[in-house]
């Protein structure tokens, strides 16, 4: 399968789209994927602003899905906290380790990539839980 490539702006109405998009190319239900997409391109709009340009990639091979996110803030880290139970955000990060096999942040001089990684669900094609490892 051919990856997805999407150049955007960060902005709330962005993050459907992008969902949506993800789903039409994979071409089956995959709510993991979708939610993994949804968390971090929140991320860069509440961390970075809303239009920040980012890039959206996604490639399924190998019985694995990756997706990434690419922002132009080389210096903005990313913080795997535990939210309190009144907190209203927080637990982006939580739910991306929860769901991936693995993820994490590659920095360059020109901003960042965070990406993750899902592993095939055999029920449904999908990225699937699986144990972070």
Excluded: F
């Excluded at 890039?55 to 309190?84: C, F, K, M, N, Q």
Aim: proline residues 8%.
């Amino acid at each position: 399968m051919k990856p997805l490539t999407l150049d955007l702006l960060a902005a709330p109405k962005a993050v459907p789209e992008v969902r949506r998009a993800v789903r039409e190319h994979l071409g089956v239900p995959c709510p993991e994927v979708q939610l993994c997409v949804s968390e971090l391109l929140t991320n860069v709009i509440v961390h970075l602003g809303e239009d920040t340009p980012v890039t959206v990639r996604l490639a399924h091979d190998d019985g694995r899905t990756r997706l990434e996110v690419t922002d132009p803030d080389p210096y903005s880290w990313l913080i795997l906290r535990r939210a309190a139970p009144d907190d209203e955000t927080g637990r982006g990060l939580l739910l991306l380790d929860a769901v991936a096999l693995r993820w994490g942040v590659d920095q360059g001089p020109g901003g960042k990539t965070v990406w993750c990684e899902l592993k095939e669900d055999a029920s449904d094609g999908t990225g699937g839980s699986a144990p972070h490892t």
